[in-house]
């Protein structure tokens, strides 16, 4: 059982230019930020590596930014596997898509990779500042409108039966339509975490679409050799 995450007031001078790179904050400065945010109701907590910053099932009763660290998603399928959703790198809101609605609870574990700060606006107070600033409604719209595309891939993601059809797949999303040369962004470890397997599983599968004639790897570098073979893996 992961330990949960220890809050408290944070009582140093807010930096907002690490908010000012955040999605919700975009085309805003710094001083536009603490300008419009000094309106507001917030808190800045922090929180330690390996903590449980909520867990799925739980409300989501406020805004969530993370300002600094990196926290993970994960989920726990029927057979107890634990299949890492991503990454999620400072600064990015925490469950944007599950603020507002009828079922606004967390749809998976938020767990701490590392130290780090959360900034958090009530829901009540949110709402209010969505109301009274435009950018940052049309912001909080884009946001809303990424999450559920991505959660949409994520869906489609799952839905592969093996650990081949997950690799094609995550590869030619990595190409584009057009390109067949890649440098994986993640290791095998981190791939064998996103795909919920074991990390010889990952391996194997990437020695198998080499050995078929799918690809070339040459450790993160990766050349596509046969595109539509590699697509006709991901039709079922």
Not at 113 to 138: C, Q, R, T, Y
């Amino acid at each position: 059982m992961k330990d949960r995450v220890i809050y408290y007031f944070c009582e140093k001078t807010m930096d907002y230019s690490l908010l000012s790179n955040a999605p919700l904050f975009k085309g805003m400065s710094p001083e536009a930020v603490e300008t419009i945010l000094a309106a507001v109701p917030f808190r800045v907590k922090k929180f330690q590596s390996g903590s449980m910053i909520s867990q799925s099932g739980e409300p989501v009763n406020s805004l969530i930014v993370v300002i600094s660290g990196v926290v993970k998603g994960e989920m726990v399928d029927f057979a107890g596997r634990v299949i890492k959703i991503e990454d999620i790198i400072a600064p990015a809101a925490l469950a944007p898509a599950f603020i507002f609605g009828n079922r606004n609870r967390f749809p998976v574990n938020v767990i701490a990779v590392s130290d780090g700060e959360l900034l958090l606006i009530e829901k009540p107070d949110f709402l209010k500042f969505l109301m009274n600033h435009d950018i940052i409604l049309v912001n909080f719209l884009d946001m809303v409108s990424n999450r559920s595309q991505f959660l949409s891939e994520k869906i489609k993601f799952l839905n592969f039966k093996t650990i081949k059809e997950k690799l094609a797949n995550y590869i030619l999303q990595k190409a584009g339509k057009d390109g067949m040369l890649v440098t994986l962004d993640m290791t095998q470890n981190d791939l064998a975490d996103f795909f919920g397997v074991a990390r010889p599983s990952v391996a194997r599968a990437l020695g198998d679409l080499q050995e078929e004639g799918f690809i070339e790897a040459k450790g993160k570098n990766i050349k596509i050799i046969d595109k539509e073979g590699l697509a006709d893996l991901t039709i079922d």
